[in-house]
């Protein structure tokens, strides 16, 4: 398992763009996969979108087209660049990243999450 720390949530008007970060830390570990989720008041929480260590990703219907993920291997790091963002996606942004030993024994690890909130 490794620490993940999100950064860059906030408070945005509907139209406008956030970029989120998560670096992942540890003493003596590997990052196949990673992604993120987002969790709504009374809504399941989310699969947004997510990036293999190949760099193929996939997202979320609600959110393609408007949300790019991408990773920096060399910093372990994981992005979730987010643009014309609606109220809807107001949620807790939590990133994951596995750090199991090979891809058929994956061992997640989860961020706090960061808060974004669309509102005008």
């Known amino acids: 398992q490794v620490q993940l720390v999100e950064s860059g949530g906030g408070l945005v008007q509907p139209g406008g763009s956030l970029r989120l970060s998560c670096a992942a830390s540890?003493?003596?570990?590997?990052?196949?996969?990673m992604g993120w989720f987002r969790q709504a008041p009374g809504k399941e929480r989310e699969l947004v979108a997510t990036i293999t260590s190949g760099s193929s990703t996939n997202y979320a219907d609600a959110v393609k087209g408007r949300f790019t993920i991408s990773r920096d291997n060399a910093k372990n790091t994981v992005y979730l660049q987010m643009n014309s963002l609606k109220p809807e996606d107001t949620a807790v942004y939590l990133c994951?990243?596995?750090?199991?030993?090979?891809?058929?024994?994956?061992?997640?690890?989860w961020g706090r999450g960061t808060q974004v909130t669309v509102s005008s």
């Open positions: 540890g003493s003596d570990f590997r990052i196949n996969d």
């Open positions: 994951y990243a596995d750090s199991g030993v090979n891809d058929l024994n994956p061992l997640y690890s």
